[in-house]
Every structure is written in C-alpha cells, then in structure tokens.
C-alpha cells in the first residue's frame, strides 16, 4: 500500500542559491561541491518555519519517519527543523541527491555560454528535460532513481506518515513518479516549476493511492 501520507520539502535557500542568484547574467564559476553546499542564514531561517509547520500539525497529518538527500544542505534543513519540532528516524537515501550536472557543475548559464558554447547551444536544442550534459543527468535520469526510492518507500513505509528533504527536480521527479506520467510527457513538469527554497508538497492516501493535496506551498515562510 506505501506511505499512508508524503510531505515533500525542497531544501532551504542554499549559499549556492544566492551566489547563483546575486551572479544574474553575469558569470560564475562556484567551486565548492555541490554536496557540501550549505545553507545562508535565511536557509536556516526557512527550516526553522518548517519546523513550527509540523509542530502545528494535527497528530494524525505530522510525519512518522524522514527520508533525506544525502546532500549537506537538505541534511541542514532536516537538522535545523527538528530543532524547532521534534527529532525523527532518518534513511539518507543516495537516490534523493540533486540532478547531476557533470562537467557543468561549477557554472552558472552565463559562464557555461563562455567556457562551453556549444553545450549551452544543445541545452536549448533538446530542452532542459531531455538534456544531459557530458557526465550528468537529465531529469528523466533523475525520475528514474526517484521511482526506485518510491518503490523502496512503500516497501519500507508502509502506512506511515513521511517525510522527504530533498532538492527541486527531485520534487518534480516526485510529483511525475507519483502521478505515474508517461516520461515522455517529463516537460510539461516545467510548468509547476521553479519549486521553492522550503516549500512543502503534499499526497495522501486514498483509496488505495497517493494523491496531491498541495504543491510548492510556502504560506509558511511569508513572516520571514
């Protein structure tokens, strides 16, 4: 049956994130390794108000178990939220880590444009779902792995209440996987993009299956 209920959280707004934000067009090589990426002071803040989100929910809607990327940021996120609420039982799950940009990784679309033109010119030929830069993945790659995590989840959640900390495609990932989308149809994901720093996306159980009851909802960052 899975997870009677899935809370699924993107990370909050990471040091990467507001380097990559404040860069623009500009271009920007960001060297530290993507899984050791933390959070700003305002990430921390965001995580925070996660926590005093689930501490406000009822018993019965408030997660049972966390299962998280591996990545510090996501790992920083659950921490600084079970400050405010509650500790939980955590699987770090490999499967729940970014989408992998491979040789791209450290760049920015601008400095990408510079260094790698003709990288940036296939990018937007195939789309940014279809696209694989050399040594990455696509976010069809990424569905993949997030819907053998799912199959593990409802073997090893069963009738529980979970949460997930992880990263934006891998909510978008989520929401395809959960739907049971045909993949070719991974694009039209893009319009429930750009999934928010801390945003919290919600299924529940009924009738046998998972449905969506809200997506990328931030209500509770707006006193921040």
Do not use: K
């Not at 696209?131 to 593990?152: H, K």
Request: glycine residues 8%; contains cysteine.
């Amino acid at each position: 049956m899975g997870p009677s209920r899935i809370l699924a959280v993107r990370h909050g707004e990471s040091e990467a994130n507001a380097a990559y934000r404040e860069a623009g067009d500009t271009p920007l090589v960001y060297e530290r390794g993507d899984d050791e990426v933390t959070l700003t002071a305002l990430g921390r803040r965001q995580a925070g108000a996660l926590g005093q989100l689930l501490g406000a929910l009822p018993e019965e809607e408030a997660p049972e178990v966390v299962w998280c990327s591996p990545y510090t940021r996501a790992l920083d996120t659950w921490a600084s939220a079970s400050e405010v609420w509650r500790t939980l039982p955590v699987t770090t799950d490999e499967r729940l880590r970014d989408r992998e940009r491979g040789m791209l990784a450290l760049y920015n679309e601008a400095e990408i444009g510079r260094r790698h033109p003709e990288e940036l010119a296939r990018q937007r030929a195939a789309g940014d779902y279809d696209y694989r830069p050399p040594g990455g993945e696509s976010v069809g790659d990424v569905a993949v792995r997030v819907r053998a995590a799912v199959g593990d989840l409802g073997a090893g959640a069963e009738g529980r209440r979970v949460l997930i900390v992880a990263h934006d495609t891998v909510v978008l990932a989520l929401r395809h996987v959960i739907a049971e989308t045909p993949d070719a149809d991974l694009a039209a994901m893009d319009e429930f993009a750009p999934v928010l720093n801390a945003s919290v996306s919600t299924w529940e159980a009924l009738d046998g299956r998972l449905e969506l009851l809200s997506f990328n909802d931030v209500d509770h960052l707006r006193s921040l």
